[in-house]
């Protein structure tokens, strides 16, 4: 294997700290670097990235590497965060970790690292596999199906992916935890982070209020009838069971109530009862705003494998071609609470080919 100047994305986790011992082990030159990439707006968020920065510190420490120091922020909010509030105005569910990785872990810092640091390659703790076919760079999916990030990387192009290693792609959680642990690593039983994108673990609701002002209006049933008052549309995501505030009704069955609709013109949140009820339901979406790893689309129609959220056991779908140059997506299986604004990721076997944003659903 030939010798690499690689630069580790440190975060202060065990995944990105186990990347970094892996690659040492390797042979290659390897320091790390710590991406600022949000300015902390009150002492809660202070301690908890200054923490995040002394464990990535420790880390370095404990396997004789540097660690650089990167500030982003300014990137992020252009790049990432304008683009995650327009979308909740308009009525939608962003996904910012996508357009973080594609903006900021694989654009700004794999520039950095080239350009300032040396670097020929970068490398982060993402459960994701590499394969080459025909010259191209494969993105693969990760041995651990839980833990699999490839639905945040879609987006990557080849260029990026030609500059990155993701060395956790042939492990499990389990025997990374247990790599860290016996390389000493203090952090090794710290909790996986779950919040947003470099943004955190906080109350979300709170957080948004913050930058959207919140538009309280009526929640309706399919027919019209308001059975309740919704906070904000931003706040609720199709498919949503708790925090709705809708107690019993006499006229109505004991079955739970779920978030099925956003009538954003007016202000209107429409709710079902029933897991499955049939509004909640979709044959099939359009998707726009494509991106194909390979650089282009493959030939249409095409019979693949799709998730609409992170974690979905693969879907069986196909892709038909749509006027716009867009794409319609049909479902073998009718899928639950297809959110606008979210991705859809499309597979064939192990490689991730690409994705797309959810524009609309057909039922």
Known sequence: MRRERII?????????????????EEGHEVEGLFMKNWEEDDAADYCSAAADLADAQAVCDRLGIRLHRVNFSTEYWERVFDYFLREYRAGRTPNPDVLCNRKIKFKA???????????????????????????????????DEQKDQTYFLYMLGQRALSHSRFPLGGLVKSQVRDLAG??????????????????????????????????????????????????????????????????????????????????LRRNVLVAVQGHDHPLLLSQGLRVGQLHWVAGAMPPLPLSCEARIRHRQALQGCTLEPARDGGCQVRFTTPQ????????????????CLGGGTIESTMR
């Open 336 to 351: 639950r609470a297809v959110a606008p604004g979210q991705s859809i990721v499309f597979y064939q076997g192990l490689n």
């Open 109 to 143: 810092f794999l520039e950095h690292a080239l350009d300032q640091l040396g670097a020929q390659a970068i490398a982060t703790g993402h459960y994701a596999r590499l394969g080459h076919q025909h010259g191209k760079c494969l993105l693969q999916r990760a041995q």
């Open 182 to 263: 016996s390389a000493g690593f203090p952090n090794h039983r710290k909790k996986d982070s779950t919040g947003i994108c470099f943004i955190g673990e906080r109350k979300f609701r709170d957080f948004l209020s913050r930058y959207l002002p919140a538009n309280p209006g009526p929640i309706e049933d399919p027919h019209g009838h308001p059975i309740g008052e919704h906070q904000g549309l931003m706040y609720y995501t199709l498919g949503q069971r708790q925090g709705l505030g809708i107690g019993g009704r006499l006229e109505a069955a004991e079955a739970p109530w779920y978030v099925a609709a956003k009538d």
């Open 8 to 24: 580790v994305g440190m975060s202060g986790g065990v995944d990105s700290s186990v990347a970094a011992l892996l690659l040492l």
